[in-house]
């Protein structure tokens, strides 16, 4: 029997920066990366794009089993580009708009079953870096190492407010907090695969730490685990 590849789970709320650490520990492993959050924002805008209403539960199961999303890698430790139907919306699904989207079809059973499958089928040599808000609960329960970052509703609004506004986006600070709040609601309160960290799983609470000293940290666990990597 073929032993399954090495996974590496990264979940927490929104703005807790398990994107940016995923990244930059998937390249210093040298693994795979799956940022399952782009597959439910990806989702959002083809709602949009195709008239959907994001309530829709059918027919967003629909279209979220024939989801013509490409994840393309352009350079090497750069995150890949993503496609919809053959178009660029690496950008375009990072907005907040599409993030309360994704947030919104999220809590939808049959779309979270939907893409189940499709998630896992990134479990490819050497190993995946992945994260979310249900990697380590339910997408992949046997992952090998399993991380659950958290933050404070303020700093992360903070974070996300430098981010916009180094895009040159107005935007409000309370506003934020209040949207972060809501989001983290909705992840929580869902009925499938709800945000919660794993029992297994090593919480890192990122406040006080810089990006390098998570990305550290998670690595100092993976050393623990696999001897060969240093």
Do not use: C
Request: charged residues 30%.
């Amino acid at each position: 029997m073929t032993r399954k590849k090495p996974v590496l789970t990264i979940d927490g709320a929104s703005g807790t920066g398990k994107g940016v650490v995923g990244q930059l520990v998937a390249t210093r492993l040298g693994w795979n990366l799956l940022d399952s959050g782009a597959l439910y924002r990806v989702l959002a805008l083809a709602a949009q794009k195709h008239g959907v209403a994001l309530e829709n539960e059918p027919a967003l199961e629909v279209l979220a089993e024939h989801l013509d999303v490409q994840f393309k890698v352009i350079e090497t430790g750069v995150p890949p580009h993503i496609l919809l139907e053959g178009q660029d919306v690496t950008e375009t699904i990072r907005t907040e708009k599409m993030g309360n989207a994704a947030s919104k079809v999220g809590t939808l059973p049959a779309v979270r079953t939907a893409l189940l499958s499709r998630q896992r089928a990134f479990r490819e040599p050497p190993g995946l870096v992945t994260d979310g808000r249900d990697m380590g609960t339910v997408v992949f329960p046997d992952a090998e190492i399993k991380i659950f970052l958290t933050a404070s509703a303020k700093e992360r609004a903070r974070r996300r407010y430098n981010q916009l506004k180094e895009k040159g986006i107005d935007v409000n600070l309370d506003d934020l907090v209040g949207e972060l709040l809501e989001r983290d609601k909705r992840d929580q309160e869902r009925a499938v695969a709800p945000l919660r960290p794993a029992v297994d799983a090593i919480r890192i609470d990122t406040d006080t730490l810089t990006i390098e000293q998570v990305v550290e940290r998670i690595m100092s666990e993976v050393r623990k685990i696999f001897s060969s990597i240093h």
